[in-house]
């Protein structure tokens, strides 16, 4: 059973940074496609970033465009999601998730992911 793990997540001024973390508990090459969703309470779960492993193609929602950097370190069996100018509507739980194997060129819907991480915290607040 494939685990992830999320770390990284804490309160932040607006137009500060965090970084968040996901660890596999498998081999993160192994790994098709992973992503990073963000959930606010009462609201639908949202694609944030992904990246694809095989071709290393990254994806952005639109509104953290130029903002947000999704990379992966799979010596350390990790991904990571780079946040700057974080604003308030950023605040929410955010999640990682990973797909193992290539089914179709999806991305950014839930059920395009196999694997979920416990989630992580991020409060943008002045």
């Known amino acids: 059973q494939v685990q992830l793990v999320e770390s990284g997540g804490g309160p932040v001024q607006p137009g500060g940074s965090l970084r968040l973390s996901c660890t596999a508990s498998?081999?993160?090459?192994?790994?098709?496609?992973m992503g990073w969703f963000r959930q606010a309470p009462g609201k639908e779960r949202e694609f944030v970033a992904a990246?694809?492993?095989?071709?290393?193609?990254?994806y952005y929602k639109d509104s953290v465009k130029g903002r947000f950097t999704v990379s992966s370190d799979s010596a350390k069996n990790t991904v990571y999601l780079q946040m700057n100018s974080l604003k308030h509507e950023d605040t929410t739980a955010y999640y990682c998730?990973?797909?193992?194997?290539?089914?179709?060129?999806?991305?950014?819907?839930?059920?395009?992911?196999?694997?979920w991480g416990q989630g992580t915290q991020v409060t943008v607040s002045s």
């Open positions: 998730a990973a797909r193992r194997f290539f089914t179709s060129n999806a991305y950014n819907a839930q059920n395009s992911y196999d694997y």
């Open positions: 498998i081999h993160s090459f192994s790994m098709f496609l």
């Open positions: 990246i694809r492993r095989s071709d290393s193609n990254l």
